[in-house]
């Protein structure tokens, strides 16, 4: 009932900066959070970034001060824009949203399909 499509990843030198979208389509009765993950090659996926209802974020401390995630809730939209990014930041990135669907049923998580990020020069 609910899709997440991701899109913005892609091929940028070290330095260089990306913006991804993830987008949540569907009946949607409430969001409680909005999540950034990754996993690099041979690697745990681990939580990068994450928005919260009323907008506090908590950030990975590798990516703090490079990395902002915001939300758009008429769009229920999360983006993650990625600034001074390092080889160390290759990874596909998955987007998760906790929501619920409607007023009776519980929350849960859903996933986004990964967006590829190579920083290579």
């Known amino acids: 009932q609910v899709q997440l499509v991701e899109s913005g990843g892609g091929l940028v030198q070290p330095g260089g900066s990306l913006r991804l979208s993830c987008a949540a389509s569907?009946?949607?009765?409430?969001?409680?959070?909005m999540r950034w993950y990754r996993q690099a090659p041979g690697k745990q996926r681990e939580l990068v970034a994450v928005?919260?209802?009323?907008?506090?974020?908590n950030y990975l401390d590798s990516v703090k001060g490079r990395f902002t995630i915001s939300g758009d809730n008429a769009k229920n939209t999360v983006y993650l824009q990625m600034n001074s990014l390092k080889p160390e930041d290759t990874a596909v990135y998955y987007c998760?949203?906790?929501?619920?669907?409607?007023?009776?049923?519980?929350?849960?998580?859903?996933w986004g399909q990964g967006t590829q990020v190579t920083v290579s020069s």
């Open positions: 998760n949203v906790y929501l619920r669907l409607s007023i009776g049923v519980s929350p849960r998580d859903y």
């Open positions: 569907g009946s949607i009765f409430s969001i409680y959070a």
């Open positions: 928005i919260i209802s009323g907008g506090s974020t």
